[in-house]
C-alpha cells in the first residue's frame, strides 16, 4: 500500500460545480498536511495548508479527519482556471520526510 | 514568499556526459533541501534530502553514485547527473523548507527537464 494515495481522476466538471477529493495516507504518525497544485511540466505550488479544525480559503476548503487517516479538497463555483493536478502531500515528524501523493487530475470545462 | 531559483529549465544532453542542476534559495536559508524526479503523468518521487554540510540521504533504489548532491552552502544545492543515460530523461525539481516547526512551508524551483539523447 502506498503511503499516501489519490484517485488519480482525471475528473471532468463544468465550469461552476463543486468538486471534491480525498487523499488518504497510511502513517498514523503524519504530522502535517497540505494541497498543492501542480500545472502541466510546472513545479507544485502551496494550494492551502490543511488544519485539524479545517480551513477555508475563498474557494476552497480543506478537512482532516485522523480517525479514518484522510484529509479532503472541496472546490466550489469551480473556473476553467482550476484544472491542474492536486498533490496531496503529508509530512512524517519522526522521519521529517514529506511525501507526495500521486495526484488528481482535475479538468474543467466550459 | 520565499522564492527558489533552479537552473538550467532545460538540458538537452549525449549519452555518457553529466548534467549538474543547481537549486538556489534566494531570499532565505535553507538548512534542508529536497531532489524530485518526475516522469510524464506521475507523481513527484522523492530522489534525496539534501542537508547542508553534510552527506545527502537518498532514497531506496537511488543510486548515490549516480546523482551526486552537493549542498555546501545554506542557499545552493547541486544535483549531478553522472554519465546521463536516455532513461534518466526526467523532469527535475528541488525544493526548499521555509519557516520554522509550526509554519512549515515548501517551496520549489520551476523544475528542469532533462533529455538525454
Known amino acids: 500500500r502506498k503511503e499516501v494515495e489519490q484517485d488519480p481522476g482525471p475528473f471532468n466538471v463544468p465550469e461552476g460545480a463543486t468538486v471534491a477529493f480525498n487523499c488518504t495516507y497510511s502513517?498514523?504518525?503524519?504530522?502535517?498536511f497540505f494541497w498543492y497544485r501542480q500545472d502541466c511540466r510546472k513545479e507544485p505550488k502551496l494550494l492551502m495548508s490543511?488544519?485539524?479544525s479545517g480551513n477555508e480559503d475563498g474557494r476552497f476548503t480543506a478537512q482532516l479527519n485522523r480517525a479514518s487517516q484522510y484529509i479532503s479538497l472541496l472546490i466550489r463555483d469551480s473556473k476553467l482556471s482550476d484544472s491542474a493536478t492536486y498533490l496531496c502531500?503529508?509530512?512524517?515528524?519522526?522521519?521529517?520526510?514529506?511525501?507526495f501523493g500521486s495526484g488528481t487530475r482535475l479538468s474543467i470545462r466550459p | 514568499g520565499a522564492v527558489v531559483s533552479q537552473h538550467p529549465s532545460r538540458v538537452i544532453c549525449k549519452s555518457g556526459t553529466s548534467v549538474k542542476i543547481e537549486c538556489r534559495s534566494l531570499?532565505?536559508?535553507?538548512?534542508?533541501m529536497f531532489w524530485y524526479r518526475q516522469f510524464p503523468k506521475q507523481s513527484l518521487m522523492l530522489m534525496a534530502t539534501?542537508?547542508?554540510?553534510?552527506?545527502?540521504?537518498?532514497e531506496q533504489g537511488v543510486e548515490k553514485d549516480k546523482f551526486l548532491i552537493n549542498h555546501a552552502s545554506l542557499t545552493l544545492s547541486t544535483l549531478t547527473v553522472t554519465s546521463a543515460h536516455p532513461e534518466d530523461s526526467s523532469f527535475y525539481i528541488c525544493?526548499?523548507?521555509?519557516?520554522?516547526?509550526?509554519?512549515?512551508?515548501?517551496?520549489f524551483g520551476s523544475g528542469t527537464q532533462l533529455s538525454v539523447l
Open positions: 525544493s526548499a523548507r521555509s519557516g520554522g516547526a509550526t509554519n512549515e512551508k515548501l517551496f
Open positions: 502513517n498514523s504518525a503524519s504530522q502535517s
Open positions: 490543511v488544519y485539524s
Open positions: 502531500v503529508v509530512k512524517y515528524s519522526s522521519a521529517s520526510k514529506i511525501i
Open positions: 531570499d532565505f536559508q535553507a538548512t534542508t
Open positions: 539534501s542537508n547542508e554540510g553534510s552527506k545527502a540521504t537518498y
